[in-house]
């Protein structure tokens, strides 16, 4: 394939991200068409974001790393638990208030109570 150009698109919070275009002639007789090829064009063009794919990669390694093999085995297991007493015991099932910042202000007012009503327990435990 061969690299014609490069496009630049704008996430939606303001990220310019770069992707390479690449094009070719022919697929007729590439062994990776099957999974490429969509059209009945003889041409395909694709575009590859290559710093995307690298930063990929990493969180790939870093995810099937023995610390990171160990680090996703507690992932369930640590939050589970207060999710499950803030929905169960404390019958907080759905948010009050439409909207992200909203939802986001009622979720931390909500945690900040949760915690301080540990706290005090563990403290009167302690006591």
Not at 6 to 12: F, I, K, L, Q
Not at 31 to 52: Q, V
Not at 69 to 98: D, T
Request: contains cysteine; glycine residues 8%; positive net charge.
């Amino acid at each position: 394939m061969k690299r014609v150009g490069t496009v630049n698109t704008r996430t939606d919070g303001g990220f310019v991200a770069q992707s390479a275009v690449y094009k070719t002639r022919r697929c007729e007789g590439c062994p990776l068409r099957w999974g490429c090829y969509k059209g009945m064009a003889p041409a395909r063009t694709i575009t590859a974001n290559h710093s995307l794919m690298e930063l990929k990669r990493q969180a790939r390694e870093r995810l099937t790393s023995g610390r990171g093999l160990e680090h996703r085995s507690r992932r369930p297991i640590e939050p589970e638990a207060v999710f499950g007493q803030m929905k169960h015991n404390m019958q907080y099932k759905r948010f009050r208030h439409f909207g992200k910042d909203k939802a986001a202000m009622d979720f931390a007012f909500f945690a900040i109570a949760f915690n301080t009503k540990k706290m005090a327990a563990t403290m009167k435990k302690a006591a």
